[in-house]
């Protein structure tokens, strides 16, 4: 009895312990969130730094997410086409491709390539700083980390995602309207007409608006577990891995209650 009582007891305390910690990272980032905005609108300007982050973050992941999203069109074009045209509706296909992507797909799938890409740049960058000492002497400096570091990088983020998410949106739109009119024989005037007709200009602000937020998560979160980062290089590895696998699934999350709120 006293031996499952004691399995209890750690069990609980395990799940207190996890808990706890997740709530003590939830009120930290919070934290620094409102520091960071402080700075943003009361700080230094710092637009040589902002332009050098959107072209480090944001013209280095160009590449990968424009062959993602154009995969990704002709993907779901090879899937569906030939069911619409099974049941008469071939007429929809450029449509339903252009809102499937402009809402969900582009978005989204350009969040989780810059999670990868640019949120784990950011906390190999800051953690190394972090564990070299730097951070200390940018204090020393007189020079605020959240002004220098994470105000740049947010504002990037937040720059560069909408902007990558709109050259995917095309590209994949695109690599859709390949597969339909050279695959499956759709004409490109039904195609294109497909998309006047169903296409809506919100069906496009609305992933924009989505990417606003999901760059505003990859940087913060970047930051954050950059700048929390313990110990020597495995501790940066650490902190990269956490960085990934955090700002996906809030991307996830962050997609469902943006996607209820705007659609």
Not at 197 to 208: A, C, I, P, R
Request: proline letters at 2%.
């Amino acid at each position: 009895m006293n031996k499952q009582n004691n399995l209890l007891v750690q069990f609980l305390e395990t799940i207190g312990g996890f808990c706890l910690s997740r709530f003590h990272d939830f009120g930290t980032i919070v934290l620094l969130y409102a520091q960071t905005l402080h700075e943003l609108f009361f700080g230094r300007r710092r637009l040589r730094h902002i332009a050098q982050q959107m072209s480090h973050l944001g013209v280095d992941s160009l590449t990968i997410v424009l062959l993602t999203l154009l995969f990704t069109g002709v993907v779901f074009t090879l899937q569906t086409a030939s069911e619409f045209i099974r049941f008469g509706a071939q007429s929809a296909v450029g449509g339903i491709i252009s809102i499937a992507i402009g809402r969900e797909l582009g978005p989204v799938l350009v969040g989780v390539v810059c999670a990868g890409r640019v949120g784990a740049a950011i906390t190999a960058e800051i953690s190394t700083m972090k564990v070299t000492e730097q951070i200390d002497a940018l204090r020393v400096m007189a020079v605020n980390p959240v002004n220098y570091l994470i105000v740049p990088r947010m504002v990037a983020c937040m720059l560069v995602v909408p902007l990558l998410t709109v050259f995917g949106d095309v590209i994949g739109v695109l690599g859709g309207y390949v597969v339909a009119v050279y695959y499956s024989g759709i004409t490109p005037y039904i195609f294109i007409d497909s998309i006047k007709t169903f296409v809506e200009v919100y069906d496009l602000t609305g992933g924009l608006a989505k990417a606003v937020f999901f760059g505003n998560v990859i940087a913060v979160l970047g930051c954050y577990y950059g700048l929390t980062c313990q110990g020597d290089a495995q501790g940066v590895g650490v902190a990269t891995t956490k960085t990934v696998v955090t700002s996906i699934i809030v991307i996830f999350i962050l997609n469902a209650l943006l996607t209820f709120i705007i659609y």
